[in-house]
């Protein structure tokens, strides 16, 4: 099936840990992105890649990091940095920028 | 940046009545404008999507309409049911042609009274 694929969907951090969130698509396109998103709030944009081995800070990327080597590829790492990391983890990706995009299933994080 | 506007936040409709759900948005070159739908627990899923040389798109119950000169559009579902009960998102692209990026409203919880 095509699509994006998050893991896992469940996690859960100890303080000061880095975590890393999967996302993979065999959709073969081009820009990937992540969200993170509050209960009951909107969708903030993370980090967003518009080609391999290139991505652009979104509005709160403080204590997060990313990386594209692969085109299928955008794995988000939580940094102990991050005060506050409880939240859904949403990915998604288009064809190029400007097109429709797609989100994965989203992975939840929890610190414990 | 481009800011977004939506509401209501929530809304309760009577099943087989309309839902209107408003957007307004900032950046008057804005050019691609999506609605998502997200149930709980799940990822939010396209729905319907208005480009500015468009003034109104429709597939079955749901349409969404634009007014480029006041910079707001709206999603208007018709004949409501209670699998239409989730929390609907309006966003918008700017027109940063290279460096485009969704701006999501904040969300309207809508749900269907049987």
């Known amino acids: 099936d095509g699509g994006i694929t998050q893991s896992p969907k469940y996690l859960f951090r100890k303080e000061g840990q880095n975590v890393t969130l999967s996302c993979e698509q065999n959709?073969?396109?081009?820009?990937m992105y992540w969200y993170r998103q509050d209960p009951g709030q909107g969708l903030r944009l993370i980090y967003y890649?518009?080609?391999?081995?290139?991505?652009q800070k979104g509005d709160i990327a403080e204590g997060y990091s990313v990386s594209r080597e692969k085109k299928e590829s955008f794995p988000l790492t939580v940094t102990s940095a991050q005060k506050n990391p409880t939240a859904f983890y949403l990915c998604?990706?288009?064809?190029?920028?400007?097109?429709?995009?797609?989100f994965g299933e989203g992975s939840w994080l929890t610190v414990v | 940046g481009e800011n977004v506007e939506q509401h209501p936040s929530t809304l309760s409709v009577q099943e087989g009545d309309s839902a209107v759900i408003k957007c307004t948005y900032s950046?008057?070159?804005?050019?691609?404008f999506p609605w998502y739908k997200q149930e709980l627990g799940k990822g939010p899923q396209l729905i319907i999507d208005?480009?500015?040389?468009?003034g109104e798109k429709k597939d079955q119950r749901i349409a969404v309409t634009l007014n480029k000169t006041a910079k707001h559009f709206s999603l208007h579902i018709t004949e409501t049911q209670p699998e239409d009960s989730a929390v609907y998102f309006c966003?918008?692209?700017?027109?940063?042609?290279?460096?485009?990026?969704?701006?999501f409203g904040t969300g309207t919880r809508l749900t269907i009274i049987p």
């Open positions: 998604a990706s288009t064809v190029f920028s400007g097109n429709t995009i797609y």
């Open positions: 959709l073969n396109h081009d820009a």
């Open positions: 890649s518009q080609i391999v081995n290139d991505f």
């Open positions: 950046d008057s070159a804005s050019n691609y």
């Open positions: 208005i480009r500015s040389n468009v």
């Open positions: 966003a918008v692209i700017g027109s940063n042609f290279g460096n485009e990026k969704l701006t």
